[in-house]
């Protein structure tokens, strides 16, 4: 009869252990996902920041309780005038406090672009040596779809002490990009579209094309367009390897300014791969520099 009840309680523990492992999707960090269950399960946790990169228009009509609203653009340094460089270290301290993170906060962010801005906020936290960060799988629009509980109500978040250290190992500067070009160690992922990558769209730059050896996986290719939520380990991992972008290779993500770049740095961590770089100055920098080389 003992024997009996042992294997009853096992079946369970099994079939949630299953569970969990399909939720994870085969990703090598599934730690830096979060679905809808787990965060409705954990909203009332004291060391949960939650932060929304939606409009202020669109967090201020509702948001997920307990959410505080984060300014994309607030990540980027406004000072050296190009969007997805980040912002100086000083400056860092004094917003990420301001949201309320310290080096204890779990940061999960969300926003409803497939986790564009979602992936920029995670990205620059690492860039300033903060690892305990989610992105929430689908975003808002999961959440709305499920029906989840929303709020107006804009939470009073006490100031933290947020030190920030940077990371040179997840940046990559036009030096280092040109100084690796060609090494079979590095593999350089355009997150841009293919036109943009042909240099048939020009966007507002000089110069159009590519960097040299650098291979093309655009970012809205590595989300259901359906859903938002990222594909599963499976189909994202051939997605990657098809082109080039294998395991034991440095992956050094860009696009036009560091925001799809971002999120292609992070489906690259999600993935396992253990060096990852965002070249932040991206194609603004690289195409409108006569004296960097390029591919069409």
């Given amino acids: 009869m003992k024997q009996v009840s042992r294997v009853l309680v096992f079946i369970p523990i099994v079939c ?15 730690q830096l996902l979060i679905e809808t269950q787990e965060l409705a399960a954990r909203l009332n946790d004291p060391d949960l920041r939650i932060v929304d990169l939606r409009s202020e228009e669109e967090y201020q009509q509702g948001h997920i309780p307990g959410a505080v609203h984060g300014n994309p653009r607030s990540l ?17 301290g004094a917003i990420f406090g301001g949201l309320g993170i310290d080096e204890r906060t779990r940061v999960v962010a969300y926003d409803n672009m497939g986790g564009l801005f979602a992936a920029r906020l995670f990205y620059v936290l690492e860039f300033f040596g903060h690892k305990n960060v989610q992105i929430l799988n689908g975003g808002m629009d999961k959440w709305i779809r499920e029906g989840r509980p ?4 804009v939470p ?21 990009v040109k100084a690796n070009l060609g090494s079979p160690k590095v593999c350089l992922v355009d997150a841009r579209s293919p036109k943009e990558y042909s240099g048939e769209d020009l966007q507002s730059n000089k110069r159009g094309g590519h960097i040299p050896g650098a291979v093309n996986i655009d970012w809205v290719e590595t989300i259901d367009p359906t859903t938002k939520v990222f594909k599963l380990a499976e189909d ?5 390897e098809a082109s080039g972008a294998t395991k034991g290779r440095e992956i050094v993500t860009y696009c036009q300014s560091g925001y799809r770049a971002a999120h292609s740095y992070f489906v690259a961590r999600l993935l396992g791969y253990e060096k990852v770089r965002n070249y932040d100055g991206s194609w603004q920098e690289w195409g409108n520099d006569p004296a960097l080389p390029l591919e069409r």
């Avoid at 340094?77 to 860092?92: C, V, W």
């Avoid at 929303?150 to 109500?153: C, D, K, P």
């Fill in 16 to 30: 949630l252990a299953l569970v969990g492992a399909l939720w994870a999707g085969g990703y090598a960090n599934p």
């Fill in 76 to 92: 980027d340094d406004l000072e050296a005038n190009k969007q997805g460089l980040p912002l100086p270290a000083e400056n860092a």
């Fill in 150 to 153: 929303q709020t107006t109500e």
């Fill in 156 to 176: 009073k978040v006490p100031m933290k002490s947020f030190v920030a250290k940077e990371n040179p190992d997840v940046i990559a500067t036009a030096e280092w």
């Fill in 236 to 240: 994202l991992r051939k997605l990657f």
